[in-house]
């Protein structure tokens, strides 16, 4: 897949903004301030319906904005797909022109994005690595993000339950959410565990490095079906959730690590970090290329700072087909198309 065209209105400090991408290497240029990053948050969002910091959508609009407009042109294994998002009175995702979920959306256009804050934030952070994960397994199945939205429903009925009533729940009611929770979630881990494995095949095919990603289940579930041992965890967890007034079993305790000769990632220096991280985003875009048969599209924020030089060798070298949409203060000429941006 790959993006051809993209417009850009009141969006950050973008305005009545349009740039034409090449089907390779891709980079944005210029000082500080000039919008760089913009530019590939609105790809971002346009993939995934968010921005990939924490900020709702209200907030991207240009200050004094009635709201903004993104539109994207984009080819894929199907032909040739417009997406677009609007920010007005409420946040609007649309395939050639008709409102569509972000499952539809996916399948179209998914943007691979690494930053130098985000890889530290994925080495160092439980809960970052497990977004970071669900969100690569939505990428190889749209289909998974139905599992995800259906246990986090319920787990937010069950802990409004313990939040509101404590120690006044029935046995009963709690059992019934427990089961349902059970049921639910037990389709996350299987996929969780099943893209874990996949990618550590990967990551042995195509690196010398023994680099690893485990999955730490909350619950151990180390039999083929998890959900007698998850609603097992649950219940027996049941007097302390309702003191703490929270859900603490399931798959949003879960933990992913990474691991290199059997050390945890975390321990290793910042270069190491840097490079192992990108080894397992490598290992991803060729585990995607494999399952969808066709490349992602690869957003690289401030490169110079993201990777080093040999990294970035490796990634335009080692996957010619893969569009690139890079950033950076100064222009490089090992990038095919180089767009610059000023400071208004």
Known sequence: MQVNKLEINGFRCLRGFGVEFAPGKNLIFGANGSGKTSVIEALHILGFGK??????????????????????DISDRTGENRISARMEKSFILQLNGE?????????????LFFSHFLYGQSVDGVSALRRLVDRFIYGLSTLYLHDLLRYNHALRQKNHLLKNLARSIQSSELRSWNKLLAEAGS???AKRRAFTDQLNGTLAEAFAEDIALGYLPVTGLEGSDPVPDLLDGMERARETEVRCRRALVGPQRDRFEITVAGRRLPLFSSGEKKKYAMMLYMAYIDLFRRTRGEYPVFLLDDYDAAMDERNLGFVLGHFPALQVVATAVDPDPRFERRIELKKE
Not at 54 to 69: A, N
């Open 187 to 189: 389709g996350v881990i």
């Open 51 to 72: 921005s990939f910091i924490p900020v709702g959508h209200r907030d991207l609009v240009c200050f004094g904005g009635p709201g903004f407009y993104l539109n994207a």
């Open 99 to 111: 409102r569509a979920p972000l499952t539809r959306v996916g399948n179209h256009l998914y943007p």
